[in-house]
């Protein structure tokens, strides 16, 4: 069963459309993550919610959109793509906050052209 | 959070033990050790984490030194499917919710036949 789950493994649109990547935990942990691989291989954290709601919001422009209808999926909501925003994005859970482990998904790669 | 510093790419041969290090001069005392792996194309994963003492479970051994200054994962016997970047996290516990893992460049362990 897959723990962390994302969709989909890739998206290629082009510059100003408006995109969404989905994801999924089984695990039933209360945190959820966001984090941006970029091609330099630098992973770094986006946005982190707990128990539905936002707890850590990084250094991100605004047309980034976390939404998480439940604690079991938080999904990234990109509008105005532009190229910068090329990157593998990926979620990841934890039961808690403190000194929890993060699971990880397969990751999302994005391209924009 | 304090800075971690690893080298850059190591190699061992397969079914050798892989002893990877980490400094961390600036560690604090409430500061936790976390070693996560990056398998090519796949999402982090987690290996082990420790305070002060040594630590040992199914995938890895992490031996911290006394002044908690510099860390060693080691990987008993390595196998083909262990060469992946590994990462040293020191993570904050600050007793809330607003904690996050920082990724640094990581070392890349390349196991040879």
């Known amino acids: 069963d897959t723990a962390v789950s994302q969709t989909p493994k890739y998206l290629v649109t082009q510059m100003g459309n408006d995109k969404s990547i989905k994801c999924e935990q089984n695990l039933g942990h209360d945190t959820m993550y966001w984090y941006k691989q970029d091609s330099k291989k630098f992973l770094k954290i986006m946005f982190s919610y707990n128990n539905k709601e936002l707890i850590i919001n990084e250094t991100v422009p605004n047309r980034f959109s976390p939404k998480s209808p439940d604690k079991a999926h938080l999904n990234l909501h990109i509008n105005s793509l532009e190229l910068g925003d090329s990157a593998v994005y990926f979620c990841?859970?934890?039961?808690?906050?403190?000194?929890?482990?993060?699971?990880f998904g397969p990751g999302t790669r994005l391209t924009v052209l | 959070d304090a800075k971690t510093t690893q080298p850059t790419s190591m190699d061992c041969a397969e079914g050798r033990a892989a002893n990877l290090p980490c400094n961390h001069s600036?560690?604090?005392?409430?500061?936790?050790v976390y070693w996560y792996r990056q398998i090519h194309s796949q999402g982090p994963q987690y290996i082990i984490h420790?305070?002060?003492n040594n630590e040992t479970n199914e995938m890895a051994s992490l031996i911290i030194t006394e002044d908690r200054k510099s860390s060693t994962l080691i990987l008993p016997h390595a196998t083909l499917r262990d060469t992946a970047v590994y990462y040293c996290?020191?993570?904050?516990?600050?007793?809330?919710?607003?904690?996050?893992?920082?990724f640094g460049k990581g070392t890349l362990l390349t196991v040879n036949p």
């Open positions: 420790g305070l002060k």
């Open positions: 600036t560690i604090s005392g409430n500061e936790y």
């Open positions: 996290i020191v993570r904050d516990y600050r007793g809330g919710s607003n904690y996050k893992l920082t």
């Open positions: 990841a859970s934890s039961r808690g906050t403190l000194t929890d482990t993060q699971y």
